[in-house]
């Protein structure tokens, strides 16, 4: 089956400045990679995804960058904002569509003032 | 606006006494899946239902059940509680192009 590695686990940044999460994938066959923001005791939010036959995607303040050769993807976030500050989570799915996400061990994003 | 309901929010169960939690959604999506979120991990898929045919993941025990009597509603049954069990329950669906959405989850406790 599908395994999702993520780094770091704990990311601690200065308000304004930018935030990079890294996440692996194992099984070529993923096509669909979303980014959830999940705060403390809520339910995961969808921020941004893409999909295989896309390299780059963005929405503002977030992007994410995928390459399929080496089989990573990494969420970017711009002029961080104390509101940013949450658990976010990479997930892959294969099949990019019915099928079930595989989410990575998450990494907590602390906004220093 | 929540499209993806899930009851309790918090639900207490005994060692062994079976429970079983509820989700429905307005969204008509024909996916319905089940995760199990411990505390500080990642939620991982329990099983998923594409219209009505079930798919579990091989790592899910038998203690674990699932019925979907129709498209809006899934439920999710846990037989012989243990203590191991104790996580906040996640339903989401889909309409299989990728995208879920998320309920708001129900935080089990095990005494």
């Known amino acids: 089956g599908e395994n999702v590695e993520q780094h770091p686990s704990t990311l601690s940044v200065q308000e304004g400045d930018s935030a990079v999460i890294k996440c692996t994938y194992s099984d070529s066959a993923s096509n669909y990679f979303p980014w959830y923001k999940q705060e403390l005791g809520k339910r995961p939010q969808l921020i941004i995804d893409i999909r295989s036959n896309v390299g780059e995607k963005k929405d503002q303040r977030i992007a994410v960058t995928l390459n399929k050769t080496a089989k990573h993807f990494s969420l970017h976030i711009t002029e961080t904002q104390p509101e940013d500050s949450a658990v976010y989570f990479c997930a892959a799915s294969i099949g990019g569509g019915a099928d079930g996400l595989t989410f990575g061990k998450g990494t907590h994003l602390i906004i220093q003032p | 606006d929540a499209m993806v309901i899930q009851n309790p929010r918090y639900q207490v169960t005994q060692f062994g006494k079976p429970v079983t939690l509820s989700c429905s959604q307005t969204?008509?999506?024909?996916?319905m899946y089940w995760y199990q979120q411990k505390s500080s991990q990642a939620p991982k898929l329990l099983f998923h239902?594409?219209?009505?045919?079930?798919?579990n993941e091989a790592d899910t025990p038998d203690n674990f059940q699932s019925r979907r009597p129709n498209t809006s509603f899934c439920f999710l049954d846990i037989r012989s509680p243990g203590l191991g069990d104790a996580a906040m329950y996640l339903c989401?669906?889909?309409?299989?192009?990728?995208?879920?959405?998320f309920g708001s989850g129900t935080q089990l406790s095990v005494l």
């Open positions: 239902y594409y219209d009505k045919d079930f798919n």
């Open positions: 989401a669906t889909s309409r299989g192009t990728g995208e879920k959405a």
């Open positions: 969204l008509n999506h024909n996916v």
